[in-house]
């Protein structure tokens, strides 16, 4: 057990860690590529990888099977009125409270994959100990049966709990900074080169950020997605007063 233990921890940082790294920089590239085509932006800086018309053609071209599948994928996940733009409002506003929707999901996505990360180490070392404390283990054979073999995964998943809590932080002052802006922007109107700043924060944020389980993204999507929209309708009023009072 010790030595599966071993060779897991070494393929993870070797292997695995470098190959979800390069899978999150692509889709950040993606997405970035989505972001400023719907926001009408510049392409801020020529990135290592972006999404080329035989990419798409692969993506959504004629093909059974896997490939078949894939797109059927791609269709369900329904991208008309992703970010809910507000109208009535500048259009700088829009885009900001666009953006800001986008952080804020992220956010919560992050937080939720945290307590997640949280509850399997507290549930990992209750199970170890319970074990122990039945078959009347010794603290040497603790260490050496319970413990030890376990430790590195053990180690893996902290890491992995403060990066993901680190993650939502960072998200959690950007949605701060944006919100702050959005609503002072009667008297400080938003700049252009402001949400191009703010792009390449997204960008970042998204290409280091830790992964999030597919079940659990989809578990809780349509959630997050009313909570996203419904936060953009409130900003986007608060914004429409101000500019009536104005």
Excluded: C
């Amino acid at each position: 057990m010790a030595t599966t233990a071993a060779v897991w921890y070494v393929f993870n940082h070797v292997l695995f860690k470098f190959l979800e790294r390069r899978g999150a920089t692509r889709a950040a590239t993606v997405q970035e590529q989505f972001d400023t085509k719907i926001f009408g932006m510049p392409t801020i800086v020529v990135r290592e990888f972006r999404v080329s018309p035989e990419d798409i053609s692969q993506l959504t071209g004629a093909g059974t099977g896997v490939r078949a599948g894939r797109r059927h994928a791609y269709a369900v996940e329904k991208l008309r009125d992703w970010y809910s733009i507000q109208e009535n409002v500048p259009g700088a506003v829009a885009i900001a409270i666009a953006q800001r929707g986008n952080v804020a999901y992220s956010r919560r996505l992050l937080d939720r994959n945290a307590a997640l990360w949280l509850s399997l180490l507290v549930a990992w070392s209750a199970m170890s100990v319970t074990i122990s404390v039945v078959n009347g283990f010794s603290l040497a054979t603790f260490l050496l049966v319970a413990a030890i073999p376990v430790l590195p995964p053990l180690v893996d998943a902290w890491d992995e709990f403060r990066k993901v809590r680190a993650a939502g932080r960072e998200r959690e002052a950007l949605a701060n900074e944006m919100q702050d802006a959005i609503l002072a922007n009667s008297t400080t109107p938003i700049q252009p080169e402001q949400l191009v700043a703010w792009q390449s924060q997204l960008f970042a944020l998204r290409r280091d950020a830790p992964l999030v389980p597919d079940w659990l993204y989809q578990l809780l999507r349509n959630r997050n997605e009313a909570e996203m929209s419904e936060a953009a309708q409130a900003i986007g009023i608060s914004v429409q007063q101000d500019i009536g009072e104005g």
